[in-house]
């Protein structure tokens, strides 16, 4: 169960805090999922305390801190450093959607329409190169993009039209982002009430996609040595990963077969026996213990170790083989 009160949140960041002391490698994804949790909490001076720390070494997302730093600086009345970190980023030019998105839509919830809108311009510009096989980031960008120029009233471009072939949902992105389909909310005409639950059903889809990022539906990959390694310690496990090359191929039609039911934000997890047999011990039981190795899975991914799913057609494929994915596991 996710937490749903300020206390509750506060509790999952300090849950957060200990683990990144007991896991220093992931340090960085576990603090920003702290620092949410503490903007939840309305702690929005322990969250910049947290960007701040982040910000103190090398980070490896130093532009997407930035981004969530002055989003959070902005809510609790800190408006002209959290627009100089604005001015910061874009001049920084970064390279991945995310940042750019969070600057965007901070500048959105504080009525700088136009200003939100030009971000998200300078992003797409610098961004999309290619109209096929975008990264989910660049198309949410897209999408953001589109709903902001809806709320200008600005007609469509190019981009546009390529947010709307990207949109898969029932409803239209330009119904779903007309402004005035709001205003149907306050209709006492039963069919009218039940269309806007529709539009809002989608538009809500969209954000739980987003929203999940950092908590990937996520299944194991055991390298071969790893596996030989684990059957050998553990005969047990032999049921759950008969051959190596069965056990890729359950991978494979494992994720398919979530992906056509519909889960979004899929994602693969290496696993290695010292961190299994860690993990194990951690939860006081014995890694032959079969039922622990979706638990295992979820742990690894909520560290920011899982590598989303599909890959591009053209990028390596996740099995390890040398191969393109479109050449390998992702061929049909």
Not at 104 to 111: M, R
Request: with cysteine.
């Amino acid at each position: 169960m996710r937490p749903d009160t300020p206390a509750a949140h506060t509790t999952e960041a300090e849950r957060l805090l200990r683990t990144a002391a007991q896991y220093p490698e992931d340090r960085e994804p576990l603090l920003l999922q702290a620092a949410a949790h503490l903007e939840l909490a309305g702690d929005r001076p322990g969250a910049t305390a947290l960007y701040d720390s982040l910000l103190t070494p090398e980070p490896a997302q130093p532009h997407l801190i930035r981004a969530l730093k002055a989003a959070n600086l902005w809510e609790y009345g800190h408006e002209a450093e959290a627009r100089a970190i604005i001015d910061g980023l874009r001049r920084a030019r970064p390279s991945d959607a995310a940042p750019w998105e969070i600057t965007a839509e901070t500048l959105e919830a504080h009525d700088e329409l136009e200003a939100a809108e030009s971000t998200l311009t300078e992003a797409a510009e610098l961004l999309v190169k290619t109209t096929t096989e975008l990264p989910h980031a660049t198309q949410s960008l897209l999408m953001t993009r589109h709903r902001v120029r809806r709320m200008l009233a600005l007609p469509h471009d190019d981009w546009d039209d390529l947010a709307d072939r990207l949109h898969t949902a029932a409803v239209p992105l330009d119904e779903l982002h007309d402004p005035k389909r709001l205003w149907s909310l306050g209709s006492s005409d039963p069919a009218e009430l039940q269309a806007e639950i529709t539009r809002l059903r989608s538009e809500l889809g969209t954000y739980r996609t987003a929203l999940s990022r950092p908590f990937p539906v996520a299944v194991l990959h055991w390298p071969e040595p790893e596996l030989d390694e684990l059957l050998a310690a553990y005969p047990e496990l032999e049921a759950e990963y008969p051959t190596y090359r069965a056990h890729l191929t359950d991978i494979e039609a494992s994720l398919r077969e979530l992906s056509q039911a519909g889960t979004p934000n899929l994602g693969i997890v290496r696993a290695t026996v010292p961190s299994y047999e860690a993990f194990a011990a951690s939860e006081s039981t014995h890694p032959s213990n079969a039922d622990l190795l979706p638990q295992y899975a979820t742990t690894l991914a909520a560290r920011g170790r899982a590598a989303a799913w599909p890959p591009a057609s053209t990028s390596p494929c996740w099995c390890g083989s040398g191969r393109t994915y479109g050449e390998c596991h992702g061929a049909e």
